[in-house]
């Protein structure tokens, strides 16, 4: 006919299908499945499946699934809807959605060909992929349901092996025990997305994954990149995070055991880009969200909550209230753990480019935040407000605000402890924090417009990265932050890997075994003299620890050098200043000695040659 391919409700005839298939049915204009063209009445559609219809020869439209004149008298929960988009991404024109709806490829063992109507070659029973198994409502009350299905199996069976069965959508259920391991798979590539329970199940979609975890589960995702909802009008739409739920990506999709994954290679992107235009404009307002309603919610995100490997990118927090900070993640009382993430690319017009917690805790470790930015000045990568922060192995680098804020802003009695991490060229780079509650900061390097920021074991030097231009935030041979982090790691509860995947402690100096500071640790052995090292010629100059690694300025080195210090200076022309305060001049220092005539490679002074390499002081 025209409409209504498997049922056409008309008048005030009510319509009730409970676990029931709809399937392979063609109707001429619209309603393939079900078309409902009378505005009285009502249908009720729970734990059914309507699936792989079509309506004027079209199979990708609402229609070949279900047609309303009038959507509010239809009522659908726990349901498979194709071309509904789901609970997630609701077409209304479907009907109410009273939740937990689905638009997934349900995996029968084999569709109706719809090119070879009418037919009875199929079978509308699932695969041990599908994700209508265990996914109908936990509660049956007043379903009044059969004790069999259509095969005359038991009508719920606990085949995921839950702490209670909950029954399937569709006529048939699955019989079959279905192996658990508590690891909810994810991976943006699979072919047809099932049910999340292996590799070769796995969801395609991070919000199935998320709605599906229960407490002690992990979620382990594939490399890919994963934005918060298919409508590009969505902005708030976001990753909700579950209390005692982890998140680990980095996978490739085949392995068995988490330490196999590598975050670097197998890069996994949370993206507000949701438009996926590549610009700001129109993104998610936050793309992670670790909220809940007070510190007392039994629900709230805790410190089991863990995002761990992954690039948060492309939130775009430009609205009111909470919808203007933390573009990256949002945490309102939340306590969750943050380790080996990469924040790059957010902003907020409040703060908190790339986070904001409010009246909670945090974790962060080993984590990379550059290149976000916010409006008013309330920290352009990390905004705390009355809240309890930890810091450690971590690296922020050029993250700016329009006010000339710091990289991190704390206020309303926060708490925030930063250990061996590092803070350069923030802001104007005269800033790395900046609000009423100042950080307790050690063994850190922490740019300032002078002096050293207080603490222990803090420094004010160029970290020295392998090229901060390419984003390449590793630290160079020449770094001072190379086993200079805090000697005793006690307590920090570090991870086995730095953000690279190489061991979290290298000792690179060949003293006693110390970890580096910032999210990537040197993997290389560096050999120190007891020379300072001078060449105006080193096109990358350095800390002075080396040859390769030598000041171009013979001040800097006089500033380092204590009494016993030996300075070794490489050919070329020197000058006490490059200004024109004709005062200024080299100072020689109480036991300090100053030897020229290097080229630049020697490891021996009887090696120089002065009149080879004729090195000048000029007062020019």
Same mark, same amino acid.
């Given at each position: 006919g025209t409409e209504g391919g498997a049922i056409f409700r008309i008048n005030t005839t009510p319509v009730k299908l409970i676990n029931c298939v709809i399937s392979g049915n063609s109707a001429g204009i619209q309603g393939g499945g079900i078309s409902n063209p009378d505005q009285f009445g009502s249908i009720e559609i729970v734990n059914s499946i309507l699936w792989n219809n079509q309506a004027n020869n079209q199979t990708n439209t609402l229609s070949a699934s %279900?047609? *309303?004149?009038?959507? +509010?008298?239809?009522?659908?929960?726990?349901?498979? %809807?194709? *071309?509904?988009?789901? +609970?997630?991404?609701?077409n209304g024109s479907a009907g109410n959605d009273l939740g937990n709806n689905i638009d997934l490829d349900p995996q029968f063992l084999e569709d109706v060909d719809l090119n070879n109507l009418p037919t009875s070659t199929a079978n509308l029973r699932v695969t041990v992929c599908s994700p209508v198994i265990d996914a109908g409502n936990p509660d049956t009350t007043g379903l009044d349901l059969p004790d069999l299905d259509l095969d005359e199996n038991p009508r719920v069976f606990n085949a995921l092996g839950t702490p209670s069965a909950i029954i399937d959508m569709g006529a048939y259920e699955f019989s079959d025990p279905i192996v658990s391991d508590g690891i909810i798979y994810v991976n943006a590539s699979v072919p047809v997305p099932g049910n999340g329970t292996s590799w070769d199940c796995a969801f395609a979609d991070l919000q199935d994954a998320l709605a599906a975890a229960n407490?002690?589960?992990e979620i382990w995702v594939a490399a890919g990149t994963y934005y918060p909802t298919s409508d590009p009008s969505d902005r708030n739409a976001k990753f909700f995070l579950k209390r005692d739920v982890a998140l680990y990506g980095g996978f490739n999709g085949t392995e068995e055991n988490r330490e196999e994954r590598d975050w670097i290679n197998n890069e996994t992107i949370l993206s507000g880009d949701i438009n996926?235009?590549?610009?700001?404009?129109?993104?998610?307002?936050?793309?992670v969200d670790a909220s809940c309603g007070s510190v007392e919610d039994p629900d709230c995100p805790n410190e089991n909550t863990v995002l761990d490997g992954f690039t948060i990118t492309m939130g775009y927090g430009d609205g009111a209230g909470n919808d203007s900070a933390g573009a990256g993640l949002l945490s309102i009382y939340g306590r969750p753990t943050v380790r080996n993430c990469t924040?790059?690319?957010?902003?907020?017009?409040?703060?908190?480019?790339?986070i904001y917690n409010f009246g909670g805790e945090i974790l962060i470790q080993n984590c990379l935040f550059h290149d976000n930015y916010d409006d008013f000045g309330k920290g352009s990568a990390l905004f705390f407000s009355g809240s309890s922060a930890e810091i450690v192995n971590s690296t922020f680098y050029a993250n700016t605000s329009n006010a000339n804020a710091g990289a991190m802003y704390a206020e309303f009695g926060s708490i925030v402890e930063i250990v061996n991490s590092i803070f350069w060229e923030n802001g104007n780079t005269d800033f790395s924090f900046s609000g009423p509650d100042d950080p307790d900061v050690f063994y850190s390097i922490v740019q300032q417009q002078s002096g050293t920021y207080p603490g222990t074991g803090n420094l004010n030097v160029n970290p020295f990265f392998v090229d901060?231009?390419?984003?390449?935030?590793?630290?160079s041979d020449c770094s001072p932050a190379i086993d200079a982090g805090n000697p005793d790691t006690t307590g920090l509860n570090l991870p086995e890997l730095d953000l690279a995947g190489n061991p979290r402690i290298f000792n690179a100096t060949g003293g006693p075994d110390r970890i580096d500071m910032g999210a990537f640790e040197f993997q290389s052995t560096v050999s120190f003299s007891d020379a300072i090292f001078v060449n105006a010629n080193n096109p990358n100059p350095g800390t002075g620890i080396s040859w390769d690694c030598a000041l171009n300025d013979l001040q800097e080195a006089l500033t380092l050098a204590?009494?016993?210090s030996v300075i070794w200076v490489a050919a070329g022309t020197y000058y006490p200043t490059s200004g024109t305060n004709r005062s200024i001049s080299f100072e020689m220092k109480n036991g300090v000695s100053i030897y020229g005539g290097f080229e630049g490679t020697e490891t021996q002074l009887s090696?120089?040659?002065?009149?080879?390499?004729?090195?000048?002081l000029s007062g020019d």
């Open positions: %279900i047609f *309303n004149l009038n959507s +509010s008298n239809v009522d659908i929960s726990y349901s498979l %809807i194709g *071309n509904s988009g789901g +609970s997630s991404n609701w407490d002690g589960d996926q235009t590549g610009l700001d404009d129109g993104n998610s307002y936050n793309v924040f790059w690319g957010n902003y907020a017009d409040l703060g908190g480019g790339a901060a231009d390419v984003r390449d935030f590793k630290l204590d009494s016993g090696e120089r040659d002065w009149e080879a390499n004729v090195t000048i």
